[in-house]
């Protein structure tokens, strides 16, 4: 059987296959222990945030370091709605601001490129959690955010579901004509403008809707947590991170971020017990060597052992058939 073949003609159903089986695991897993759901947890949350970021930053080329501001967002959204509210009526409230928010940010940020972009988001980061430390401090007097703790396993099976949509929204969103505006303006923004795209616009909206679910993130996990703070839930890690894991998964498919964000996710929560002092380090050197010699991340490993195996099988299985024609 000629394995490149198999890849190549069966791809969506093999594709299917793993997401059930994936999905099957997911569905298991909180019966292998309490530490396992929490880590689980963070592989999704990671997932979300590098496929939603991945979405926007990867296809236009604008590197966004705002993630931070959206998720935090979630977070906070979540403590203020928590007593009057049920869950799944403030994820929808946070993905909501976060959207009002994109859109304001980038009526303001999209139209300027490059630097001068990046700078401006992640200068967002640091303003937003300043913003709310002073109206904690002066008008409400409240200092740090207090939830109210759910079972793990319900939060998991909420994130799961929330990953689904994600995934299914950027699928959908990528076959769109707001997708393929998304690319022209990757590949020339100045001749997708001659071709009657509406660029900022496309940008306002591809920026937004990415918001969503990174706020979406932030709201359910928010109540996995005992105590948070606006230092904490706005750390400039959680606008980081989905740029690694995207590049540590490639970019330029779908399942890239994917894979990155369930793989960082993993090697944070494991790792990080055994080797805490040199975890970042480790990483970062794994990370550079990706970026050196797999510019399209894990996901490009696949072709690229594809390819071997079946050239393997093919070389063996002429070598069986010339033994066997010289036998006979």
Same mark, same amino acid.
């Given at each position: 059987?000629?394995?490149?073949?198999?890849?190549?003609?069966?791809?969506?159903?093999?594709?299917?296959?793993?997401?059930?089986?994936?999905?099957?695991?997911?569905?298991?897993?909180?019966?292998?222990?309490?530490?396992?759901?929490?880590?689980?947890?963070?592989?999704?949350?990671?997932?979300?945030?590098?496929?939603?970021?991945?979405?926007?930053? @990867?296809?236009?080329?604008?590197?966004? *370091?705002?993630?931070?501001?959206?998720?935090?967002?979630?977070?906070?959204?979540?403590?203020?709605?928590?007593?009057?509210?049920?869950?799944?009526?403030?994820?929808?409230?946070?993905?909501?601001?976060?959207?009002?928010?994109?859109?304001?940010?980038?009526?303001?940020?999209?139209?300027?490129?490059?630097?001068?972009?990046?700078?401006?988001?992640?200068?967002?980061?640091?303003?937003?959690?300043?913003?709310?430390?002073?109206?904690? @401090?002066?008008?409400?007097?409240?200092?740090?955010?207090?939830?109210?703790?759910?079972?793990?396993?319900?939060?998991?099976?909420?994130?799961?579901?929330?990953? =689904?949509?994600? =995934?299914?929204?950027?699928?959908?969103?990528?076959?769109?004509?707001?997708?393929?505006?998304?690319?022209?303006?990757?590949?020339?923004?100045?001749?997708?403008?001659?071709?009657?795209?509406?660029?900022?616009?496309?940008?306002?909206?591809?920026?937004?809707?990415?918001?969503?679910?990174?706020?979406?993130?932030?709201? =359910? *996990?928010?109540?996995?947590?005992?105590?948070?703070?606006?230092?904490?839930?706005?750390?400039?890690?959680?606008?980081?991170?989905?740029?690694?894991?995207?590049?540590?998964?490639?970019?330029?498919?779908?399942? @890239?971020?994917?894979?990155?964000?369930? *793989?960082?996710?993993?090697?944070?929560?494991?790792?990080?017990?055994?080797?805490?002092?040199?975890?970042?380090?480790?990483?970062?050197?794994?990370? =550079? *060597?990706?970026?050196?010699?797999?510019?399209? @991340?894990?996901?490009?490993?696949?072709?690229?052992?594809?390819?071997?195996?079946?050239?393997?099988?093919?070389?063996?299985?002429?070598?069986?058939?010339?033994?066997?024609?010289?036998?006979?």
């Amino acid at each position: 059987m000629n394995i490149t073949r198999l890849f190549t003609t069966h791809r969506k159903l093999l594709l299917m296959g793993f997401l059930i089986l994936l999905i099957a695991f997911v569905l298991t897993f909180p019966l292998y222990g309490g530490a396992r759901t929490r880590v689980l947890i963070t592989m999704l949350v990671y997932a979300i945030l590098a496929m939603s970021w991945a979405m926007f930053s @990867g296809t236009t080329g604008y590197m966004s *370091l705002a993630p931070a501001a959206f998720f935090g967002t979630g977070i906070y959204t979540t403590y203020l709605l928590q007593n009057h509210l049920p869950l799944p009526i403030i994820i929808v409230a946070a993905g909501l601001i976060s959207f009002v928010l994109a859109v304001l940010l980038g009526l303001v940020t999209l139209r300027l490129k490059g630097i001068y972009f990046t700078i401006f988001t992640f200068g967002l980061v640091v303003f937003i959690p300043n913003v709310v430390t002073y109206v904690e @401090g002066e008008v409400t007097q409240h200092h740090g955010w207090y939830f109210n703790v759910l079972d793990r396993t319900i939060i998991l099976y909420t994130m799961l579901g929330l990953a =689904v949509v994600t =995934v299914l929204a950027i699928y959908l969103i990528r076959r769109s004509r707001l997708g393929l505006a998304m690319q022209s303006i990757g590949g020339n923004e100045e001749a997708a403008e001659h071709m009657g795209i509406d660029t900022t616009r496309t940008k306002v909206l591809t920026f937004a809707i990415s918001a969503i679910f990174m706020g979406a993130a932030g709201a =359910v *996990l928010a109540p996995s947590l005992s105590y948070s703070n606006p230092t904490i839930a706005y750390s400039a890690f959680y606008s980081f991170v989905p740029i690694v894991a995207a590049v540590f998964g490639g970019m330029g498919s779908l399942q @890239g971020p994917i894979v990155g964000g369930l *793989l960082f996710g993993f090697l944070e929560k494991t790792l990080k017990v055994e080797w805490n002092t040199y975890f970042m380090l480790g990483f970062g050197i794994i990370i =550079v *060597l990706v970026i050196l010699f797999l510019p399209t @991340g894990m996901v490009g490993l696949v072709p690229i052992l594809r390819d071997k195996l079946g050239g393997a099988i093919s070389k063996w299985r002429k070598g069986r058939e010339g033994e066997q024609h010289a036998n006979t």
